[in-house]
């Protein structure tokens, strides 16, 4: 079944640990997104990528970095955790013409 | 850039009662307005939504409307039941295909 998936689905680490979130999206398509959201609170978007090796900052400041070397595949890095990254991190994925985003079940962060 | 604004923040409704949620644009190039409902630890879900080219969509309980002139589009939800409550969130798609996103509105539907 064409879905979203990501991992880890929890994850807590200590600070200045690096550590990489993956997702990847069997959809098909072109464009991927990653946003951060505390629960129940706005979605904020901090990377997004058209297809593969393209990748845009989003409007939130972030100190991750992205790859998209394959389609289906965006996984996102943050090279040394702080307890300000303690949030959820959601991948995203969308088709370039008709638009729909589908969202992925979402990657929980705590940073002690 | 896009900015889209949401209100209510929260809503209670008595369950059977209809839920309208508003949301405003300032992009007039913005083309697509889809709505999602998220509940409590899951994913945000695709509801509903409505292309720029349309005034009125509905499907069952769920109705979403857009008025291109004033830049605004509304949820609403008729007989709601308590398994509506939930955060629900609206946004624009602008130009470069980028989503903005409202701020969400809580919504308890009380039994």
């Known amino acids: 079944e064409a879905d979203i998936y990501q991992t880890p689905r929890y994850l807590v680490i200590g600070t200045g640990k690096k550590i990489t979130l993956e997702c990847s999206q069997t959809m098909g398509h072109d464009k991927m997104y990653w946003y951060q959201q505390d629960p129940g609170m706005e979605l904020h978007l901090i990377h997004y990528s058209y297809g593969v090796n393209s990748t845009e900052k989003g409007d939130l400041s972030s100190e991750s970095t992205v790859s998209r070397i394959r389609t289906e595949h965006f996984p996102l890095t943050l090279e040394s955790a702080r307890p300000s990254h303690t949030s959820q991190y959601l991948c995203a994925s969308s088709e370039y013409e008709r638009g729909e985003q589908f969202f992925g079940p979402g990657t929980r962060l705590t940073v002690l | 850039g896009e900015n889209v604004e949401q209100h209510p923040s929260t809503l209670s409704v008595q369950e059977g009662d209809s839920a309208v949620i508003k949301c405003t644009y300032s992009d007039s190039a913005s083309n697509y307005f889809p709505w999602y409902k998220q509940e409590l630890g899951k994913r945000p879900q695709l509801i509903i939504d409505?292309?720029?080219?349309?005034g009125e969509k509905k499907d069952q309980r769920i109705a979403v409307t857009l008025n291109k002139t004033a830049k605004h589009f509304s949820l609403h939800i008729t007989e709601t039941q308590p398994e509506d409550s939930a955060v629900y969130f609206c946004?624009?798609?602008?130009?470069?295909?980028?989503?903005?996103f409202g701020t969400g509105t809580s919504l308890t539907v009380i039994p």
């Open positions: 409505i292309r720029s080219n349309v």
């Open positions: 946004a624009a798609r602008g130009t470069g295909n980028q989503f903005y």
